[in-house]
């Protein structure tokens, strides 16, 4: 890989956000619309599938999942500020389900490991409607609370056990997998500069907390993981909704749809403060 | 009119895939062979790993360079011994009679820390994620129960790794190693010293936990015979000389989420902990008496029992760190004339300290 060339990974289960970060972030550096941190200097490439999921994107359509045999790789060039050298930004666009597919069967594709290996920065995205380790003593203190109002006994059925399989198993978990997996490949003794990205954070945005707080809430074992493996991962936490609202209420499609500048439809949430500019993410990976 | 390509014969397990009626494959693949969902009727495609300790290969495949991982599950002996040579690790080991509550408690000291750290140590990393996670599983909503369960030991002795690192220092984490061990094996130990002397795993514990079921101290007639299972147990390792003199022992009382509230049961557990500790307290490091409930967290913090973090605190922290690898069995994995070398060197230092 050249010098200038910076390759950043997009890691994710399935329905994550990645590619729609992807689409999001072409139209917020190619349309001019915003003042971004960094600035797109010249088009290159083979730029089709770019193109086409930006397209699904700005008409507030669900950006098509990537397939497992997809295999795309979004190459931009990208400069701060008034610099004349700019960096090139390879975005390999893999299938969330690769990596689901990683953790159950232990095993991803060398030409992927390649890139484990070359990688210069993480994007890890993760949806705020994560499976959590839910125990069943919270069922029997529910069962306990609601005890005056008489409802049906939790011995009356007994249901046969659902076998473990790898699927069941908690978010955070697959996730600390992956990145233990990602810093088994490697041998750079610098830690990999990687953003968490909370997708879809119009959904949490309500509830006024800061990403890195609902990651210390919400994935906990995630966050501690990160924490004590600072060596390996140098992290920053970012919510980011780059579709701007739920597709699937029609009002709020609506509303996004009528948008004069797109770029303003996406929100990041970073250190206490908001924004449009995505490329705010990749600016603090190449600090 | 569908078109398969030949020799593909099987089903795609993904839902909404409509391969089975057009031929086309949802994952884009012009050979479903390739595709990871797709299960193959061939019977000639082994299923075995190339390796042992890797997975499986789950379905038949075109011809693909992959990258493996270890399959994360249990840890043999051998595993474990190959990490105690790499690391400084504590071994934990947990024995108790049939039902008494070893791998509840393993499996709830991993799944404390799904919650948060767990007292002053946060997660660091595991080896056997998948191992923790299959235990866990009964003990969740997603396993459909109405009630927490636990799938038994059926293998003799296999390992758990977990690191762990104070949450004021995360950069030094502590490894452990936490074996659990099936009933049947327990049962060996404590009744034959040429069983117990079989098991040189034992030599390496750092930490001895011998359990008491919490639920049999209830009845009268059942509660001498758990006290004196967990008795017997430790005994045999001292007696046939597998404990180390740096080993710490405990006596832990499990299910104390059932055993709290009766006054009685609660008198004969003092008495039988200061017996305890008058019995083996001289002939180890250290002995600690402990009583948990290992799903009930407002236990722990209504006082009623111990928590499983000052447990986990003194697995990490206690005994003297050594200060080289401590040998765990001869390495056969090796032809290399310096790992040949340790095993003698360790296998003379080992008996020269016992």
């Known amino acids: ?287 | 009119m569908s078109d398969k390509p030949d020799g593909a014969r099987g089903k795609c397990t993904e839902p909404g895939c409509t391969f089975a009626d057009d031929g086309r494959c949802m994952e884009g693949f012009a050979n479903p062979l390739e595709c990871p969902h797709f299960a193959a009727d061939s019977e000639a495609n082994p299923s075995a790993g190339s390796t042992p300790g890797e997975a499986p290969d789950p379905t038949p495949r075109a011809a693909v360079d992959w990258v493996r991982f270890p399959a994360g599950e249990d840890l043999t002996v051998t595993d474990a011994s190959a990490i105690t040579r790499r690391l400084l690790a504590r071994v934990v080991v947990v024995a108790g009679e049939a039902e008494s509550g070893k791998t509840t408690l393993l499996a709830s000291v991993y799944d404390r820390f799904q919650q948060g750290p767990c007292g002053e140590y946060s997660f660091h990393a595991s080896q056997t994620l998948p191992g923790f996670e299959r235990r866990c599983h009964l003990a969740r909503l997603a396993s459909g129960r109405h009630t927490p369960g636990m799938e038994r030991t059926k293998l003799p002795v296999r390992f758990l790794h977990l690191s762990v690192a104070r949450t004021d220092i995360p950069s030094f984490p502590q490894e452990l190693l936490l074996a659990d061990l099936s009933a049947e094996v327990c049962e060996q130990i404590r009744d034959s010293t040429e069983a117990c002397q079989s098991h040189n795993f034992l030599r390496r514990a750092d930490h001895l936990c011998a359990l008491v079921d919490g639920e049999k101290l209830r009845d009268p007639t059942q509660r001498g015979g758990a006290v004196a299972a967990a008795g017997s147990i430790v005994r045999s390792v001292m007696d046939a000389g597998m404990l180390s003199s740096s080993a710490h022992v405990h006596f832990v009382t499990t299910k104390w989420d059932i055993v709290h509230r009766d006054d009685a049961t609660e008198e004969f557990l003092a008495e039988t902990e200061r017996t305890l500790k008058t019995r083996f307290g001289s002939r180890v490091r250290q002995l600690r008496c402990w009583r948990v409930a290992a799903p009930a967290r407002k236990l722990e913090e209504s006082g009623a029992c111990h928590a499983l973090s000052d447990l986990l605190s003194h697995w990490a922290t206690d005994t003297e760190r050594p200060s080289w690898p401590r040998w765990c069995g001869r390495n056969t994995e090796s032809d290399r004339e310096f790992d040949k070398y340790l095993d003698r060197y360790f296998a003379a230092v080992e008996r020269g300290s016992s």
């Open chain 1, 1 to 287: 890989m050249s010098n200038g060339t910076r390759l950043h990974l997009l890691v994710g289960l399935a329905g994550s956000g990645k590619t729609t970060f992807l689409a999001a972030l072409w139209h917020v550096v190619e349309s001019g619309e915003l003042a971004t941190e960094l600035t797109l200097t010249a088009l290159h490439g083979d730029r089709s599938h770019v193109n086409s999921i930006r397209e699904s994107w700005l008409a507030c359509e669900k950006v098509h999942r990537t397939r497992l045999q997809d295999k795309h790789e979004i190459r931009m060039k990208l400069a701060r500020g008034d610099s004349t050298s700019p960096d090139e930004f390879i975005f390999p666009d893999m299938s969330g389900e690769a990596f689901g597919l990683a953790w159950k069967d232990r095993r991803w594709p060398r030409d992927f490991d390649d890139l484990v290996r070359s990688a210069h920065g993480l994007l890890l995205f993760v949806h705020p409607d994560v499976v959590e380790a839910t125990p069943i003593e919270v069922a029997e203190a529910v069962h306990e609370e609601l005890a005056d109002l008489d409802p049906p006994s939790l011995d009356e059925e007994t249901p046969p056990d659902v076998p473990w399989n790898a699927e069941l198993c908690p978010t955070q978990v697959q996730l600390v997998e992956l990145l233990q997996f990602i810093a088994a490949r490697r041998s750079s003794t610098v830690p990999l500069r990687t953003a968490i990205v909370v997708s879809a954070w119009d959904l949490v945005s309500r509830q006024r907390v800061e990403p890195d707080e609902w990651l210390e809430l919400r994935l906990p074992l995630l966050a501690q993981f990160l924490r004590s493996n600072s060596r390996k991962y140098e992290v920053g936490v970012f919510g980011v909704s780059a579709q701007g609202g739920r597709l699937d209420d029609e009002s709020e499609r609506t509303r996004l749809a009528k948008s004069i500048h797109h770029s303003e439809r996406v929100l990041v949430r970073h250190a206490g403060d908001d924004s449009h500019d995505l490329t705010k993410l990749l600016a603090w990976a190449t600090e």
